[in-house]
């Protein structure tokens, strides 16, 4: 059913107290990180798919202050950014059919003054969108920093400004999704103001 701005659906009352995993759109409730990735190939157009799932995300006045360096194992550029992954994410991320590398504009081309203050926020968000995208193709993504930030920052020099904040790794899961847990939901509305 469409949403419409003041119109309250029979039984959405219901379903807004019963929180619950399953009553989430499937693409969210199916949506895990892997730690094992099926060996397969992703093609150019579904690359530029995850990345128009980015494109299309809101940020801060239009500002878009995101970049990502997609990679695959085929391509001459994917071994300057697996050189880089840490042991721990290596074990898992080098069957990923594809590693994007992103980035946040923080600052303007001197440096110094901010870009947009909502650049990691909006970035997220992208990724969010992007990870989305990922599911509906029966694709999973496993974000993650375990690699060398320096190391990977001097090898892909992005211009000032720029911050490389995370690597997705994307590819058909090859592990069932495992145990997770989550805060419980009322300890969303309290933590800011729960004692410390
Ligand atoms: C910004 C960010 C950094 C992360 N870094 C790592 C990492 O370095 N290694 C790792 O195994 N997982 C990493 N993760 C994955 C999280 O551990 C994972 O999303 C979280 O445990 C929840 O599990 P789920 O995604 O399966 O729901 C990262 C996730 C995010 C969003």
């Not at 946040?104 to 992208?126: C, I, N, W």
Request: charged residues 20%; negative net charge; contains cysteine.
């Amino acid at each position: 059913m469409r949403y419409r701005r003041g119109h309250i659906a029979p039984g959405s009352l219901v379903a807004l107290k019963m929180p619950d995993r399953d009553r989430l759109h499937p693409l969210l409730a199916g949506r895990f990180s892997p730690r094992a990735f099926h060996p397969s190939e992703i093609d150019d157009a579904t690359v530029d798919l995850l990345l128009e799932a980015a494109r299309w995300a809101p940020s801060a006045g239009n500002s878009q202050p995101w970049g990502f360096f997609p990679v695959r194992p085929h391509e001459t550029e994917y071994d300057r950014v697996v050189r880089h992954l840490a042991p721990s994410s290596a074990t898992w991320a080098l069957d990923a059919s594809l590693l994007i590398v992103t980035l946040a504009r923080r600052f303007l081309d001197d440096g110094v003054l901010p870009y947009s203050e909502f650049a990691d926020y909006d970035l997220g968000q992208a990724v969010a969108h992007l990870t989305i995208q990922a599911q509906a193709l029966d694709l999973a993504t496993h974000q993650f920093r375990a690699f060398d930030l320096e190391s990977l920052t001097k090898e892909l020099d992005p211009n000032p400004g720029w911050t490389i904040m995370s690597i997705i790794a994307v590819g058909p899961p090859a592990d069932p999704c495992p145990a997770t847990t989550r805060n419980p939901l009322p300890h969303l509305r309290t933590a800011p103001w729960t004692a410390r």
